[in-house]
Each structure stands twice: as structure tokens, then as C-alpha cells.
């Protein structure tokens, strides 16, 4: 079961314990940089060896789903992995004292934005650039969402009552 092959010219032998052990670490871990650190192999070495094994995995439909919904191995970072190298109490890239404020602000945006309050007004109040405030929208339930435009149609009643009187 060992594999053979040249790089620049050099024959080389996968020995047949690791490409066993590879074969097996497949299913369950979450990157080839895993994989390297279990082997002791290059990243290259393992991408390659591994390729023809998640082909049959991905033709069998046992390919292991990746966080993101994407195959497991993906080329590129997504959020799954980038969120592996940052501790649990952390936002990734902000140290936990960041963290901490960034998520308070977070709630209270939020709360802003389910009052039904106008961006420009919620960006004003925190200090954010234009649009700030409606990048905050991603983090609403969609019940938060339901009862944000119920607040922003009370709102708009009210201030054409105003105007009529």
C-alpha cells in the first residue's frame, strides 16, 4: 500500500504505515496542518497524497463537510478556521479586554436596532462610519427582525399622525 513517485528528479517511498494512518485521519480531522503535525510530513506531501483518497470519499459521498458548509479542505481560510486558533471567550483577532467591549456595543446596537431606530441616528450615537450600523443587522434573530419592522411601521404611523395634527 506505499506509494512512489519523483520530485525534482528524486524517487521517494510514502511508507505504508503513514499513508495507512493518513487514510484513517481523513474523516475526522479538520486540516491538512492536523495532519502534518500528527505525520510529521510536509503540507504538500500530505495535499498530494491525500488527493486521490478524498476524490473516492467525494464520488462515494463521505466527504466530510466542513463548519462553513463547504468540503472539508476547502482551499482558502473561512470562518471555521480561523475561529480554531482563537480562544473560546475571544472575537477573532481582538484580545479578550477588546472582546468584552466590542460585545457590549454589540447588544446594545442591537437593542438600538430593534427599537426601529434609523441607522444614521445609531451610527451618530456610537461614533461608526456610515453604514456602520447596518452591518449590525447580521446578528439579528429573525425574531428581532419581525419585531424591528413592526417598531419602524408604529414609528412611521405615529409621525404621520404628527404631521396631520
Same mark, same amino acid.
Not at 427582525?145 to 395634527?165: K, P, W
Given at each position: 500500500m506505499s506509494r512512489s513517485g519523483t520530485i525534482?528528479?528524486?524517487?521517494?517511498?510514502?511508507?505504508?504505515?503513514?499513508?495507512?494512518l493518513l487514510i484513517e485521519l481523513l474523516p475526522t480531522a479538520q486540516s491538512f496542518r492536523d495532519i502534518c503535525g500528527i505525520l510529521g510530513m510536509r503540507l504538500d506531501v500530505v495535499r498530494r497524497e491525500s488527493a486521490p483518497f478524498?476524490?473516492?470519499?467525494?464520488l462515494n459521498g463521505t466527504h466530510p463537510k466542513c463548519g462553513c458548509g463547504k468540503d472539508r479542505f476547502h482551499p482558502y481560510g473561512c470562518a471555521d478556521?480561523?475561529?480554531k486558533g482563537w480562544p473560546s471567550d475571544?472575537?477573532?483577532?481582538?484580545?479578550?479586554?477588546?472582546s468584552v467591549v466590542l460585545l457590549q456595543k454589540r447588544q446594545l446596537v442591537i437593542a438600538d436596532l430593534v427599537k426601529g431606530l434609523r441607522y444614521c441616528?445609531?451610527? @451618530?450615537?456610537?461614533?461608526?462610519?456610515?453604514?456602520?450600523?447596518? %452591518?449590525? =443587522? *447580521?446578528?439579528?434573530t429573525s425574531d428581532q427582525?419581525?419585531? @424591528?419592522?413592526?417598531?419602524?411601521?408604529?414609528?412611521?404611523?405615529? %409621525?404621520? =399622525? *404628527?404631521?396631520?395634527?
Open positions: 525534482a528528479g528524486a524517487s521517494w517511498q510514502m511508507p505504508a504505515e503513514r499513508l495507512a478524498l476524490a473516492i470519499m467525494k478556521s480561523y475561529r475571544c472575537l477573532p483577532g481582538h484580545t479578550r479586554a477588546e441616528d445609531i451610527d @451618530r450615537q456610537f461614533g461608526m462610519s456610515k453604514g456602520g450600523a447596518k %452591518a449590525y =443587522l *447580521r446578528f439579528l427582525l419581525a419585531e @424591528r419592522e413592526r417598531n419602524r411601521i408604529q414609528d412611521r404611523g405615529s %409621525a404621520l =399622525l *404628527r404631521r396631520a395634527a
